[in-house]
């Protein structure tokens, strides 16, 4: 009988392949991404060498010396605090204590303060809590310490803001109106994106994180960009990273554009080609792990996908190894092994600048 | 002038109505549909032209290429393209291939894909009324008996509305009707084994589909 090997599903269940089954899953999951974005499908040594990684025997793996990486830790700040249903641990702390925690304990490269609701917009009224935070945070820490946040613009409709609902809207082919209604909510999310950085960055705030680009499809993106382009023009020395939700920005709007390019059906790899001419320093990469394939399909799906980001940036790509992307399996606290795995061949054969 | 059968002339004009639809705008497809009068029967040009765009369109927003709005867009235009045709349909009022009751169930207010099908459906001779979305249970088998129906479409575009298919279909038993009448569902989350379990005669994918569908059952 063939040997087979630990690997998981991308719900996280134990499951055991043979090489060669695993092999095929590679070979499954790289060409599922490539005819998807018309991006190269990975090569016979990039997935021997993923195949590799993953019957690794050992339970935790790490790269090879001298392709160590920065990390970063998104929310970090209250991951310690955190004990209300997140992968926090519950042990009461400030997010000054958490941040220094991360930075003194951890192994940190960067961290980022964030608030409870981790969007933008519910960071509006309590400004001055942050402003005084990211204040304390700076005079305590060395490691450069960003705000972040979600651009987040489903707030911006109802029930939770004051534009109505596309969703609503579109479901009773008011496809205009819908349209009308991402636009309004895209202006007042970008005003809003930059009267909060400007107030964390006269506290001494190193710069922005935002997290989860176009997790309300392009209107999101329409924001964030713009968002940037104003940031960058107004604080050149600004360090600002710009973290995607998904592999695929979605066209709630459809139409929407920046410089001239559709944002809806854009790729990573097509991404990162707006991000930076938006003026972000760093580009967040993802790609969407599916919960019914095999931790290998999905790897090798995801380092496609991130090998083609990575090679047509001219800014460091720092990948997002959180739960249910980018190969990791979708659970809360993603397992161990599987989030090494991951990680080790998003560095050694995606390339990636960071994590 | 000849009318329908393929040739490079028709499948030129097939493709002009194709990209139309794909082009989701409205005035291309009014533009498109035009050019076809005359040349193609508005069936054809249904069938053929606009009906493989949707199709495509389908297809594309499968793989990311188009997104909901385009859809709708698309679906608006090749409606506005249909009803430039209404008067060039056939007579379905004495063609003999059926009479068709179609509708979106309670709760569901999706009404392009059902649209398709019953534009589809009366283009291929059948006789349809279609009820509209959001449809009250009842309505469906008042309608039913008021038209004296062959087969009763039931669309539903939410996991959350599917359970009314089962219902007007149990519906159609206690009036006993059932018997008398052949049910076709139809909708995203609907499926063949769907329709095999809650007892509906076919699942229908498409208009297409559901047109073939039809007349497997009705003639």
Redesign the interface.
Known sequence: MAKEYFLRMGDGEKIFMTKEQILADLQDGSADAADLASVPALSDDDMDKILEIMINPNRIVGVEPGMEVPVTHDIGAIRIDGDQGNSGVGIPSSRLVGSMMHERAFGADTMELGHIDYSFKPAKPVISQECQTMESCQQNMIIPMLYGAMPNMGLYYTPDGPFENPGDLMKAFKIEEAQASMFHAAEHGIRDMVWINQRLFKVGSDGTNFDTIGAAGDGDMYASLNAIEALRKEFPNMYIEAGMAGELVLGLHGELEYDGTVLAGLWPHEQVKLIEKAGANIFGPVSNTNTSKSSAWNLARSVTFTKATVESSSIPCHVNMGMGVDGVPMLETPPIDAVTRASKAMVEVAGVDGI | MWKGGYNTANEDLYKELSDAVVSCKKDIVLAAVENARGKLDAPDIIENGLSAGMNEVGIMFE????????V??AA?AMQAGVDLLKDEMPDTATSGKGTIVNGTVEGD????GKSIVSTMLQSSGFVVHDIGRDVPIMDFINKVKETNADMVGVSALMTTTLGGQKDVIAALEEEGLRDKVKVMVGGAPATDSWARKIGADCYAENASEAVNKAKELLL
């Open positions: 793989r990311g290429k188009l997104f909901l709005p385009h709708m867009m608006g207010v999706h009404d392009i």
